[in-house]
């Protein structure tokens, strides 16, 4: 996914932020957020906001939501 991400598909940030996320590790969280925040830029439905809401939350709880 990362590779679709970088070739500027479009949708995949938002779902390699959710599969990121749905990992769990505290190091993917940042990343997660970054895509989410660029994919939001893009595509402002219910669902990319729920992920950067997600994404946000998470990195309250690892410190790195700035």
């Known amino acids: 996914m990362r590779l679709e991400v970088r ?8 779902e390699l932020a959710r599969a990121l996320l749905e990992r769990g590790r505290d190091g993917d969280v940042k990343e997660a957020l970054e895509h989410a925040k660029l994919e939001a830029m893009v ?6 906001l ?12 690892v410190r790195c939501a700035r």
């Not at 595509?43 to 990319?48: A, L, Q």
Request: charged share 40%; with cysteine; aromatic share 8%.
């Open 7 to 14: 070739q500027g598909a479009f949708g995949h940030r938002r």
């Open 43 to 48: 595509r402002r439905d219910v669902d990319t």
């Open 50 to 61: 729920e992920v950067l809401r997600w994404a946000k939350a998470r990195c309250a709880d």
